[in-house]
T-cell receptor, first 119, second 113 residues
Framework: GAVVSQHPSWVICKSGTSVKIECRSLDFQATTMFWYRQFPKQSLMLMATSNEGSKATYEQGVEKDKFLINHASLTLSTLTVTSAHPEDSSFYIC???????????????FGPGTRLTVL | AQSVAQPEDQVNVAEGNPLTVKCTYSVSGNPYLFWYVQYPNRGLQFLLKYITGDNLVKGSYGFEAEFNKSQTSFHLKKPSALVSDSALYFCAARNSGNTPLVFGKGTRLSVIA
């Protein structure tokens, strides 16, 4: 199957700083990528949909000015957590849909996740 | 809106016994259904999916799931549980459009030797 990578796999930062997380599709192009957030012992919650060449679509309750998403190319999307606070500590997972010849996809490929700890 | 329900927070089973992890879904149109497993501090590992075709889907590590349209269920099963199967299991669903997966809250499976 297709491979999605994330970098870094974990990061620890001080409160008030910004952290950038990269998500790459390694062997396929992804015009769309999804960013999820997972709190300890909880499910994955969709944060936003990243679209190459256009603005991201954020889910209700997600602050777009705090979680900046840039989809700069067909293989790279970045999530920047700005002015991070301890409550932003979480496991962030990106995902990219694999496309079929019909233009719709039937599988989502997930990155390994990035654990963010804000002190 | 799409939703996935996993009614059990925890499932305990003895090693060698069959296991079932339950999932029901609410999706408009034809559902695309998935099961993933997550080990501690790790990402999601794909187990199996139902898109179309046979209602019984076989996946990785001996797992299988049965799509039941009338009951809107997609329960995960394995005939003989292993201690190494102990992990967090997520059911996920979407419709046939280009929408992201919606996840259930997860079920923690504990297989006891």
């Amino acid at each position: 199957g297709a491979v999605v990578s994330q970098h870094p796999s974990w990061v620890i930062c001080k409160s008030g700083t910004s952290v950038k997380i990269e998500c790459r599709s390694l062997d396929f192009q992804a015009t769309t990528m999804f960013w999820y957030r997972q709190f300890p012992k909880q499910s994955l919650m969709l944060m936003a949909t990243s679209n190459e060449g256009s603005k991201a679509t954020y889910e209700q309750g997600v602050e777009k000015d705090k979680f900046l998403i840039n989809h700069a190319s067909l293989t790279l999307s970045t999530l920047t957590v700005t002015s991070a606070h301890p409550e932003d500590s979480s496991f962030y997972i990106c995902s990219a849909p694999g496309t079929t010849s019909g233009g719709t996809y039937n599988e989502q490929f997930f990155g390994p996740g990035t654990r963010l700890t804000v002190l | 809106a799409q939703s996935v329900a996993q009614p059990e927070d925890q499932v305990n089973v003895a090693e060698g016994n069959p296991l079932t992890v339950k999932c029901t879904y609410s999706v408009s149109g034809n559902p695309y259904l998935f099961w993933y497993v997550q080990y501690p501090n790790r990402g999601l590992q794909f187990l199996l999916k139902y898109i179309t075709g046979d209602n019984l889907v076989k996946g990785s590590y001996g797992f299988e799931a049965e799509f039941n349209k009338s009951q809107t269920s997609f329960h995960l099963k394995k005939p003989s549980a292993l201690v190494s199967d102990s992990a967090l299991y997520f059911c996920a669903a979407r419709n046939s459009g280009n929408t992201p997966l919606v996840f259930g809250k997860g079920t923690r499976l504990s297989v006891i030797a």
